[in-house]
T-cell receptor, first 113, second 110 residues
């Protein structure tokens, strides 16, 4: 099993560009989420999904869109990139059951110029 | 008050020594607790879950104090490879949303 796969690993964008960060998991997990991590701060939840067709906002959703058309995939879209979105982005998944932890992807390092 | 609070450190620990740190959480209804390890901005990886009665995994011991709303992590016989940031993670009741602390940075010194 590959677990949680994120692409790309690194990306540089210009202000105003749009792009999609990909996340896929092969563990049949219902729950998936996107976080961003900035220096000196903990991981902050952007959006999450409890199953195909269901998404909801997290702590810092502005400037990002998500969709969940399949159980496996949970892409994160930046609509119009801003320098404040320079960060490391992590996708995670879990079964959603009880005391089960989340499994993280390797992260996407995104720089907005 | 932040949902999960940790003293970021760094905690400079001589090799072979014991180090312990706490994490406090604000939501008394929180049900699940974890310690994750994160190396150099790589992805967080589960170190151990924290159970009500406390639990041990090799040199690592985790404790939960619901009355005072904190969890703790103790590392015995520290190794150089233990140098990392340890994230306290709390899951609310009835949902899967995790709240992360900023992490305790541990630096094991030869």
């Amino acid at each position: 099993n590959a677990g949680v796969t994120q692409t790309p690993e690194f990306q540089v964008l210009k202000t105003g560009q749009s792009m999609t960060l990909q996340c896929a998991q092969d563990m049949n997990h219902e729950y998936m989420s996107w976080y961003r991590q900035d220096p000196g701060m903990g991981l902050r939840l952007i959006h999450y999904s409890v199953g195909a067709g269901i998404t909801d906002q997290g702590e810092v959703p502005n400037g990002y869109n998500v969709s969940r058309s399949t159980t496996e995939d949970f892409p994160l879209r930046l609509l119009s990139a801003a320098p404040s979105q320079t960060s490391v982005y992590f996708c995670a998944s879990s079964t959603g059951a009880g005391n089960q932890p989340q499994h993280f992807g390797d992260g996407t390092r995104l720089s907005i110029l | 008050r932040k949902e999960v609070e940790q003293d970021p450190g760094p905690f400079n620990v001589p090799e072979g020594a014991t180090v312990a740190f706490n994490c406090t959480y604000s939501n008394s209804a929180s049900q699940s607790f974890f310690w994750y390890r994160q190396d150099c901005r790589k992805e967080p990886k589960l170190l151990m879950s924290v159970y009500s009665s406390g639990n041990e995994d090799g040199r690592f011991t985790a404790q939960l104090n619901r009355a005072s709303q904190y969890i703790s992590l103790l590392i015995r016989d520290s190794k150089l490879s233990d140098s990392a940031t340890y994230l306290c993670v709390v899951k609310g009741h009835g949902n899967n949303r995790l709240a992360f602390g900023k992490g305790n940075q541990v630096v094991v010194i030869p």
